[in-house]
C-alpha cells in the first residue's frame, strides 16, 4: 500500500518534505473547509499554499469545476512540481485527480479522504473523473503520491454519508473474509468508524487488486460487485439515491444470483445490511432495472454480466440470462 498512510492531518508535512513541492494548492469543499481546512493548512504553513475552494455537491463534479481549478492554477503559477491536495469526499478527490493529471500533463497529487466511502473506496486506485453527459464518463487512471487517511476526520459525518460508505465495506467482506469476520464483530455504523483495523483492512482489499489490474482489463470488474444493478438504481432514481444504497441493492441481488447458482449463503450478506440500516430491496419496477443494466459499462454486446459470489472471499464474473436477472430482481422488489 504504497504512499497511503494511516496518519494523523497533524503529520502532513512530513508527507511534503521528500516533494519538496515549488507551490501548494488545496481543493476542498465549503462544507470540509468549515470543518477541516484550518488544521490541514496549519501542519504546512511553512510553503506557499493556496486553498480553491467549489460548492458542495456531486452537481459540482463537472467540467466547469475543472475549467475553473485550472485557471486558478495558471493563475498561482503553479508548475508540474508543484502539489495539489484534494481535501474532503469522493467529488473532491475524483476532481482533484482528474485536475491533477491533466494541468501540464500531471503535477504532484496528495488526497485527504475525509468521508468514508472515499477513505475505503475513491481515494484508493486511482481512478479520477467528472461527470459529462453521465456518470464518470471524463477520466483518467493517475495514481496520487500520497493518501493521508486519518479516521478521526470521519468523526464529523453526517450517519447518511457513513451507510454510504458502509456499503463498500459489505462489498469488500463478500470480496475478502478477513474484513467479513471483523465487519462480523462490530455492531453498528458508529463503531465501524472508529475501526481503523477495518477502514485498513478494506483498503487492502481495493490496494490488492489494483496492483494486479490497475487500468480494470479484468480482475478489477471484481470491485464493480453489486454495481450492475447499484448503477441502474442510481440512474433511474436520477442520482437521488446515494450510490451506497444504490450498492446495497445490488449486493442483495448478486448474492441471490450467487445462491441459485452456486449455493453461497446470501443470508450472510442480509444479516449485515440490516444490521447497518442499509436498504436490502428493489425500489424500482424489474424490467425498468433490466433495461437501465444494459447501459452498464460492463456490460458485452447487450449481455448483462455480473460479479457473483461464490463464497465469502470468492466470486466470478459473468453473464447472466435476462431470465434469472428479472426472476431475482422481481423476488427482491419491495
Ligand atoms: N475514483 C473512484 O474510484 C471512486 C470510487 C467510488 C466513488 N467515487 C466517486 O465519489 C463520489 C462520492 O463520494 P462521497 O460519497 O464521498 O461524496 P461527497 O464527496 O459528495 O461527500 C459526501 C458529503 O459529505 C461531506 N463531507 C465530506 N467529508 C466530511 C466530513 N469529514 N465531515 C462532514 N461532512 C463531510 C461532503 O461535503 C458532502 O456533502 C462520487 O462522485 C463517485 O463517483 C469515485
Ligand atoms: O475502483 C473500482 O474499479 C470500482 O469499481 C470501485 C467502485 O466502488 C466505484 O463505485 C467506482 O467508481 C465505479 O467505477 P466506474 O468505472 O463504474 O465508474
Ligand atoms: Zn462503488
Do not use: C
Not at 496518519?7 to 511534503?16: D, H, P
Not at 486553498?51 to 475549467?67: C, N, S, V, W
Not at 477513505?119 to 493518501?147: E, R, S, W
Not at 450472510?268 to 433495461?291: A, D, H, Q, T, W
Amino acid at each position: 500500500m504504497e504512499g497511503i498512510v494511516f496518519e494523523k492531518l497533524n503529520s502532513l508535512g512530513a508527507l511534503l518534505e521528500p516533494l519538496n513541492p515549488f507551490k501548494v494548492a488545496v481543493l476542498t469543499n465549503t462544507t470540509v473547509r468549515d470543518i477541516w481546512l484550518e488544521e490541514v493548512l496549519d501542519s504546512i504553513s511553512e510553503y506557499e499554499v493556496h486553498p480553491i475552494i467549489i460548492p458542495d455537491g456531486e452537481k459540482y463534479k463537472d467540467l466547469e469545476t475543472a475549467r475553473y481549478v485550472w485557471e486558478k492554477l495558471i493563475k498561482i503559477g503553479f508548475t508540474r512540481k508543484s502539489l495539489l491536495i484534494g481535501l474532503g469526499g469522493g467529488v473532491i478527490t475524483d476532481i482533484a485527480g482528474f485536475v491533477a493529471s491533466t494541468y501540464m500533463r500531471g503535477t504532484l497529487l496528495g488526497l485527504i479522504p475525509t468521508t468514508l466511502l472515499a477513505q475505503v473506496d475513491a481515494a484508493i486506485g486511482g481512478k479520477t473523473g467528472i461527470n459529462f453527459h453521465g456518470k464518470n464518463m471524463i477520466g483518467t487512471f493517475y495514481l496520487p503520491n500520497f493518501v493521508l487517511i486519518d479516521i478521526m476526520t470521519l468523526s464529523t459525518l453526517p450517519m447518511v454519508e457513513v451507510l454510504n460508505g458502509l456499503a463498500e465495506v459489505v462489498k469488500y467482506a463478500i470480496l475478502d473474509r478477513e474484513v467479513y469476520e471483523i465487519l462480523t464483530r462490530i455492531s453498528s455504523p458508529q463503531e465501524a468508524i472508529k475501526s481503523e483495523e477495518l477502514i485498513r483492512k478494506s483498503v487492502e482489499v481495493k490496494v490488492r487488486v489494483v496492483e494486479e489490474d490497475l487500468r480494470e482489463s479484468g480482475k478489477r470488474r471484481i470491485l464493480n460487485l453489486g454495481h450492475t444493478v447499484g448503477h441502474a438504481i442510481e440512474k433511474l432514481s436520477g442520482y437521488k439515491i446515494k450510490h451506497g444504497f444504490a450498492v446495497s441493492v445490488g449486493l442483495v441481488v448478486a448474492s441471490k444470483l450467487g445462491e441459485r447458482l452456486y449455493g453461497f449463503d446470501s443470508g450472510k450478506v442480509y444479516e449485515l445490511l440490516k444490521k447497518f440500516g442499509l436498504p436490502i430491496n428493489l425500489p424500482f419496477e424489474p424490467s425498468k432495472v433490466l433495461e437501465a443494466m444494459k447501459l452498464d459499462k460492463k456490460a458485452w454486446y447487450g449481455k448483462i454480466v455480473f460479479i457473483i459470489p461464490v463464497k465469502i472471499g470468492e466470486v466470478v464474473i459473468e453473464e447472466v440470462p435476462e431470465s434469472l436477472v428479472l426472476e431475482v430482481l422481481r423476488e427482491v422488489r419491495e
